[in-house]
């Protein structure tokens, strides 16, 4: 019996050390640093901090967002934070702009063009600001690079409307819109019969192409999808936007 109980209570001492084992890590600190006197008991919030990168569209202003928990949705605050500190950045044109969001503090600190940070207040102080596009029209070589790049995709598209290959039975899209008429590309989005969905252009140019022309339908970002709807919508030019209109 007291061999029984020895055991007993050496099984029941491992199965607590085992526990505590699962359950126990190493502390983390801000800065990744591990130490080993600082243990303390794990839980879903003890994730370590981390920075968080987030780029404009521009690719060139990235907010790094610290005290984030991997994994985890920043919190709404700090995500309309983030948004308004990338807008506040594109005023900053073509340079690369790197802005640091401390956890605690409220003061941002920028980098511009790899420079050391200082505070947003000292740069808005210090650099000349170049305002969208630097203050001065766009440049005549940019417009007849955007002009001829339009008038390409709006070309295509008219070639993709007044051809069969979208479809595979030799119906085409001006068979019923002649040179897109009753396409009516302002009055989107909004409910569509046919489809008993609410909708946008292309939907309705996917109908278009599975059911009269029993073709494929596309995906909204292939280039022949972007081709029909700058083709469809330059032939709307002038008309005043009017979502919803049946």
């Not at 607590?16 to 983390?28: D, N, P, Q, S, Y």
């Not at 950045?89 to 790197?98: A, F, H, I, T």
Request: hydrophobic fraction near 40%; aromatic fraction near 6%.
């Amino acid at each position: 019996m007291r061999t029984r109980l020895v055991i007993g209570a050496l099984g029941l001492v491992a199965g607590i050390a085992v526990a505590g084992a699962l359950v126990v890590t190493w502390h983390v600190n801000a800065a990744g640093a591990a130490g080993p006197f600082a243990m303390h008991v794990a839980s879903a919030s003890d994730e370590p901090w981390i920075t968080k990168t987030v780029t404009a569209c521009d690719k060139k202003k990235t907010v790094i967002v610290e005290g984030y928990r991997q994994g985890a949705v920043l919190p709404h605050e700090k995500a309309r934070q983030v948004a308004k500190l990338l807008m506040a950045l594109m005023k900053y044109c073509d340079y690369r702009v790197l802005a640091r969001l401390p956890q605690q503090e409220t003061t941002v600190y920028l980098s511009i063009e790899g420079r050391p940070f200082v505070e947003m207040r000292e740069v808005e102080q210090n650099l000349p600001l170049l305002l969208v596009h630097g203050g001065v029209p766009h440049t005549e070589r940019e417009m007849r690079v955007w002009a001829a790049e339009q008038k390409r995709v709006i070309e295509e598209g008219y070639n993709l409307f007044h051809g069969s290959s979208l479809g595979t039975n030799g119906i085409s899209c001006d068979m019923c819109h002649p040179n897109a008429s009753n396409t009516h590309p302002e009055t989107y989005p909004k409910f569509q019969t046919q489809l008993k969905a609410f909708a946008l252009l292309r939907d309705m140019i996917n109908w278009c192409i599975e059911n009269p022309m029993e073709g494929k339908k596309l995906t909204g970002d292939d280039p022949k999808m972007k081709a029909l709807e700058a083709y469809i919508l330059s032939a709307r030019a002038g008309k005043a936007l009017d979502p919803g209109k049946h």
